[in-house]
């Protein structure tokens, strides 16, 4: 293993170990049917083809012209591609790569023909909410809803964007489309993962979802600033919530953004294909949330546990609690796309370069994850038994990391609050074949012992190290 990024960039979010007791057994990974693992071998024309996929609009003008949200990045990616396809197909003789790229406007593309009988216009697909007039629904899934719509035309636009037969298609999606991106990729419907067929399932070799609303934003896990909840403020068009637009959110994309969660299609995409989450927090105004968010979104909600990547937020109760996916800097949740938002430019490097990184050099996946809570606490300049974790690789794959994070628990009324732990308390031990081994020592606190609660991962290559080497040729 290489215990080498991740530990670094850990140690900015917070990174930490294990404590006291005997750990739970590892939640073991194996590839699930369709896992894209094992090095192909490719001869002849290789396609890669992306997709960006844009977040909701409110303005009709906006949702009019939604297909250029993502053009800056687009365009990035584009110009880089050249240099990146020369040196792959310079490694990898016989292979000629074809690269095309398109945007999605899930606005404008063939609609389902299911819609209220109040609300004709495709372009409204937003305000379609559960209990319409003219419609049968019951939860936000259901056809003739705006969950319905989102996913219905986005396998549209992946049908019409590419000639036919096109595959090794990547979603680069944004906030909404980022969640659309996932549920497409894994067929979810109303009543979750495989139970809608959009029919482009095959198509796709993976997504990258760049601050995405993958969670439900209306749980208790997060907290709205304010004292209402997300979907009361979000249907009554408060500004908190407004995503960067200056109208109005419909009443349907409320209700998807609040009750319907897109961690279960974000990690069976992560375990089935591959996936980038890319996340962020800054410090932006106005923001929605209490804790750390990009002013639309809290962080922990734009990842999934089956990521790369893991950090620390605060959470409710003075405590902390893990985010998944990878921070590619401190941006408000519009800069990606948004010129006139400081930090765009670099918002844009970073994704490219990140995900240009992963299809071409490096895409891991997580082969096992679990968490461990000390039974005892820990005294001053005192370890923790070493601790293993993780098991065997997928078969295909090797290894490739340990990420480990944590809270240390301050329970008393004068010892402080709880906190992430450091790196430098911890040690890691990389293992052979997706295993490793790591312990925590407490030496911030000599007044008093603490518990701790800690997450890891272990991580897995393809044989040949990236998404592009795993994709099949014509």
């Not at 430098?424 to 074949?433: I, N, P, R």
Request: with cysteine; proline share 6%; glycine share 12%.
């Amino acid at each position: 293993m290489h215990f080498r990024y991740w530990l670094a960039l850990a140690g900015v979010m917070g990174m930490a170990g294990v404590a006291g007791c005997h750990p739970p057994e590892p939640e073991e990974l194996t590839p699930p049917e369709g896992m894209q693992a094992a090095a192909v071998v490719q001869q002849g024309t290789v396609q890669l083809n992306f997709l960006y996929v844009h977040g909701v609009k409110g303005c009709p003008a906006h949702r009019l012209g939604a297909e250029g949200s993502l053009n800056e990045l687009q365009a990035a990616v584009d110009a880089a591609l050249p240099a990146r396809v020369s040196a792959y197909q310079s490694a990898h003789p016989g292979v000629t790569v074809v690269t095309r790229s398109a945007h999605a406007n899930l606005y404008t593309a063939p609609a389902s023909g299911y819609h209220p009988s109040d609300s004709t216009d495709p372009l409204n697909m937003d305000d379609w909410e559960v209990g319409d007039p003219g419609c049968t629904t019951t939860k936000q899934g259901h056809p003739c809803t705006t969950a319905y719509e989102w996913r219905y035309r986005l396998a549209r636009e992946i049908e019409g964007s590419f000639p036919a037969g096109a595959k090794n298609v990547i979603l680069v999606g944004h906030s909404t489309g980022a969640r659309a991106a996932f549920e497409v990729a894994a067929n979810v419907g109303a009543d979750g993962v495989g139970t809608q067929n959009w029919g482009v399932q095959g198509r796709i070799a993976g997504v990258v979802s760049v601050q995405g609303m993958v969670d439900a934003l209306g749980t208790s896990k997060y907290n709205v600033a304010g004292i209402t909840s997300f979907v009361s403020a979000c249907k009554y068009g408060d500004a908190i919530v407004g995503f960067g637009e200056s109208c109005a959110l419909g009443n349907g994309w409320c209700e998807y953004a609040s009750d319907v969660g897109g961690f279960p299609a974000a990690d069976w995409v992560a375990r089935n294909k591959r996936a980038l989450m890319l996340n962020s927090w800054a410090s932006c105004s106005p923001s929605a949330w209490t804790g750390r968010s990009d002013g639309s979104l809290p962080w922990d909600a734009q990842g999934s546990e089956y990521a790369t990547g893991t950090g620390m937020t605060p959470a409710p109760g003075q405590t902390w609690r893990p985010s998944h996916g990878v921070k590619y800097g401190s941006f408000c949740h519009s800069a990606i796309v948004d010129p006139g938002i400081s930090g765009h430019a670099t918002a844009v490097t970073s994704a490219r370069d990140r995900i240009l990184d992963w299809v071409f050099n490096s895409s891991p996946g997580v082969a096992s994850k679990g968490s461990i809570t000390t039974s005892t606490s820990i005294a001053y300049n005192t370890s923790t038994p070493v601790y293993s974790v993780g098991s065997a690789c997928p078969t295909g794959q090797k290894d490739e990391g340990v990420e480990v994070v944590g809270v240390c628990k301050h329970p008393g009324y004068f010892d402080g609050d709880d906190h992430a732990i450091v790196s430098s308390e911890l040690t890691v031990t990389d293992g052979a074949s997706c295993a490793g081994s790591f312990k925590w020592t407490q030496k911030h606190d000599s007044n008093n012992k603490h518990a701790a609660t800690f997450w890891w991962k272990t991580r897995s290559l393809p044989l040949d190290t990236s998404l592009m080497a795993t994709l099949p040729a014509d």
